[in-house]
């Protein structure tokens, strides 16, 4: 069964500490691997998306790993910020077109 | 800008009561999905759309169908609803076609609807 899951459930850091969000999944045929985030109440963001061929990808402030190998994920987060706080979601895109869904990392940055 | 709306954003409803959720894609994606979110238990897909008049069923369908008349519009129909499908529901769309997979699509999200059942 493919499953991911997401490690911590919570964080809570100052600002500007650099942090690191897991995600691990078990079935390593994944198409793509991607982070989301989701605002209390909101929908979703897309942050990331890492192709199964690839190693990582960044977007500003934000790096994503994929090592498929080991079956995990890395969201790195720098300088971290209020405006951080949010949780956030990574899900793995198998060949059904479904991505399956961790159950997130709920993340608070305070001043 | 992609964008994907969803025609309430909280919702009261009686149980027994039919309640239809409405999802809205403007980019003419293929694909749409529903979703309900609880807590502890993330993201479910309950049921997917490749094109219109055509339906999946996802993880968690019981209790639920869908309807997808024009490709832009995908609705959830909740026949009789119960507390137990107290949640968060959001709808999603991509691009990705059936059957040939891409890796390079995301799935764009609504705003998400919270439903009540009391």
């Known amino acids: 069964k493919q499953e991911v899951t997401q490690i911590p459930a919570a964080l809570s850091v100052p600002e500007g500490e650099n942090l690191v969000l897991n995600c691990s999944f078990t079935?390593?045929?994944?198409?793509?691997l991607q982070w989301f985030r989701q605002d209390p109440g909101k929908g979703l963001t897309s942050l990331l998306l890492?192709?199964?061929?690839?190693r990582e990808q960044t977007s500003g402030r934000l790096n994503a790993s994929l090592d498929k190998s080991s079956g995990r994920s890395t969201l790195y987060i720098a300088a971290s910020q209020p405006g951080d706080s949010a949780t956030y979601l990574c899900?793995?895109?198998?060949?059904?077109?479904?991505?399956?869904f961790g159950t997130g990392t709920r993340l608070q940055v305070f001043p | 800008d992609v964008k994907v709306t969803q025609s309430s954003r909280y919702l009261v409803k009686r149980t027994g009561e039919k309640v239809f959720l409405e999802c809205v894609q403007d980019?003419?994606?293929?694909?749409m999905f529903w979703y309900r979110q609880d807590p502890g238990l993330g993201l479910r897909l309950i049921y997917f759309?490749?094109?219109?008049?055509?339906?999946e069923k996802g993880d968690i369908p019981e209790g639920y169908s869908v309807s997808r008349e024009k490709k832009e519009r995908f609705s959830l129909i909740l026949e009789s609803a119960s507390t137990n499908q107290t949640s968060m529901y959001l709808c999603?769309?991509?691009?990705?076609?059936?059957?040939?997979?891409?890796?390079?699509?995301?799935?764009?999200f609504g705003p998400g609807t919270r439903l009540t059942v009391l």
């Open positions: 899900a793995g895109l198998y060949n059904t077109d479904k991505l399956i």
């Open positions: 079935d390593s045929a994944i198409y793509n």
């Open positions: 759309s490749y094109d219109v008049k055509m339906k």
């Open positions: 999603a769309s991509t691009p990705i076609t059936a059957g040939v997979s891409s890796s390079t699509d995301t799935q764009y």
């Open positions: 890492i192709q199964s061929s690839q």
């Open positions: 980019m003419d994606h293929e694909n």
